[in-house]
């Protein structure tokens, strides 16, 4: 009984620290990307590779699959070419067979930054949010759910994240087509 059992600190955080640590990452990383998403999305899944989460090569992939999203969304970006580049990159992924868990929840939240909709005659288009919070929810979820719960806790945090940011997305009426 007189056992001493040690437990490293992320295992004993609770929910409000949880939220207040991504809060300070979140903030921490916009700040010192200075604007730029993809400079912020790289930050993010350097974060993820320190952690062991994705690995150095999977954060590669991440940031060209994300870089594919976020210049569709720009001006001139060819939108649907973008969509099904971002799809083919990621089923290049998950049919890999190697691919971390939470690289494959980021690939996935990249795609989910695209959208089909139908026009009024009924014909599909496809739109790309301008910003999606998808990807970088994601990541972040991932990382702080990583420290609170190691892997298992990574994959978890960063399903929520995404699944939070893709609820922010269709709130927000900033697409484009």
Do not use: C, W
């Not at 949880?18 to 930050?43: N, P, T």
């Amino acid at each position: 009984m007189n056992e001493t059992h040690t437990l490293p600190p992320h295992t004993v955080i609770g929910i409000a620290d949880g939220m207040h640590a991504a809060r300070v990452e979140a903030r921490r990383i916009i700040e010192e990307s200075k604007g730029d998403l993809v400079a912020e999305q790289d930050m993010l899944l350097s974060r993820l590779a320190e952690a062991g989460l994705v690995s150095a090569e999977e954060r590669e992939f991440l940031l060209r699959i994300f870089k594919v999203g976020h210049e569709a969304s720009r001006d001139k970006g060819d939108v649907p070419r973008a969509f099904f580049e971002a799809r083919r990159m990621h089923a290049q992924l998950a049919a890999s067979g190697k691919a971390s868990p939470v690289a494959l929840l980021v690939a996935s939240a990249t795609v989910g930054a695209f959208d089909v909709e139908a026009d009024e005659e009924g014909t599909p288009t496809v739109v790309v949010y301008k910003f999606s919070y998808g990807p970088h929810l994601t990541a972040i979820g991932a990382g702080i759910g990583a420290l609170i719960g190691g892997a298992a806790g990574g994959i978890l945090g960063g399903e929520i994240g995404g699944f939070i940011g893709g609820i922010i997305d269709s709130k927000k009426d900033d697409k484009k087509k």
